[in-house]
């Protein structure tokens, strides 16, 4: 039931993630210069690519779902539950039930962060990558060209990719501040749903009628409030982990050459003439050409304070809220069934208890 929800909530937010990591890939990386400028809302997605680019990616975090909700919520009860080892808690005043402090949830939920992102950051590796080639797809263009953008886009293509080229460790590209954003958010995440759930006053496992609606409430908000906790991490994550030169389809134009080096540059323009024969099949196509010599002046990322500088001298401050509404909007309905099913599943087991 819990994986069928999440399942439910990763379809209904998904036009909205696929818009979000578009709006925080653009930047001077080069991956601006593959994504259409008039590609920055989901009617003009679809005009555009049609109805499927709105569920692009969404096959790695619908794998990933199971594995990702198992380790969170066994992670955060488990250090609750050696937190109240180490500190027993009070008993609550209104129902008798004992409740822990408000920075034992914070704790768990800031170690349960840690231990997803073994699953988290490859899902989202791919997910971004799927979403942000399949943003290169021209409606100008020849048949054969957008199909292969469609072939290339697909989540298990971009898995098989990254393990061909990089290894099993290309999947963790990234890793660092996906454990950065994950930590503090699930740690706020938890924080906030356990203290709207007392400011409501919903008592422990109560489920139905008025407290449907409550909880619904409060794990909206505290989706909302997490994402928006650590937004700019998610920003410089998407920006690493779709650095052109880690998806492209062109194989040249993974070259990163300086602009300065005429030589070097003329051998890779003749190169790439020498390869028209890939534009008929469709697999360099007239986006990425163009492209190409830009991609050429930007060198990739070397790390998060690298990401973070080169964005906001090129963008400002603005650049790390790029696509902060259709995230925080996505939040609330996904994290409202998530945190709701998560209280009917700790019910029944409380039950046959």
């Not at 994504?35 to 569920?55: A, D, P, W, Y």
């Not at 005429?262 to 050409?289: D, F, I, M, N």
């Amino acid at each position: 039931m819990g994986y069928i929800s999440g399942v439910a909530g990763l379809i209904i937010g998904s036009p909205l993630d696929v818009l979000k990591v578009r709006l925080q890939a653009q930047g001077d990386s080069g991956v601006s210069r593959s994504i259409h400028s008039n590609k920055n809302s989901l009617t003009t997605m679809v005009q555009n690519e049609g109805i499927r680019s709105l569920f692009k990616g969404i096959t790695s975090p619908i794998v990933g779902l199971a594995g990702l909700n198992s380790i969170l919520f066994a992670s955060y009860s488990a250090s609750m539950r050696l937190l109240e080892t180490l500190s027993p808690t009070p008993t609550s005043p209104s129902y008798g039930d004992t409740y822990q402090p408000l920075s034992h949830v914070f704790a768990a939920g800031f170690v349960a962060g840690v231990a997803c992102f073994l699953v988290s950051t490859p899902t989202e590796l791919v997910k971004c990558r799927a979403q942000v080639i399949a943003s290169r797809l021209d409606p100008n263009s020849s048949a054969a060209a957008q199909k292969a953008i469609l072939s290339e886009s697909g989540s298990w293509r971009v898995a098989k990719d990254v393990v061909r080229r990089f290894g099993l460790k290309g999947l963790y590209q990234g890793g660092w501040v996906t454990i950065l954003r994950d930590a503090p958010g699930y740690g706020v995440y938890f924080l906030s749903y356990e203290g709207l759930k007392r400011v409501l006053d919903i008592p422990p496992g109560e489920t139905g009628g008025i407290n449907t609606w409550k909880l619904l409430f409060a794990g909206g908000l505290a989706g909302t409030l997490s994402w928006a906790s650590i937004y700019p991490l998610d920003v410089i994550k998407t920006r690493l982990q779709t650095q052109p030169h880690l998806i492209t389809t062109d194989p040249y134009s993974t070259r990163i050459l300086p602009i300065s080096s005429p030589t070097r540059v003329a051998t890779a323009a003749t190169s790439l003439l020498s390869k028209s024969h890939e534009t008929q099949r469709g697999l360099v196509h007239q986006t990425s050409r163009q492209g190409h010599s830009q991609v050429l002046s930007a060198s990739p990322y070397k790390g998060m304070v690298d990401c973070a500088i080169r964005s906001y001298r090129s963008e400002g401050m603005g650049v790390f809220m790029k696509g902060a509404t259709p995230a925080l909007l996505r939040a609330f309905p996904v994290n409202a069934v998530t945190f709701f099913v998560y209280e009917l599943v700790m019910a029944e087991l409380q039950k046959l208890e």
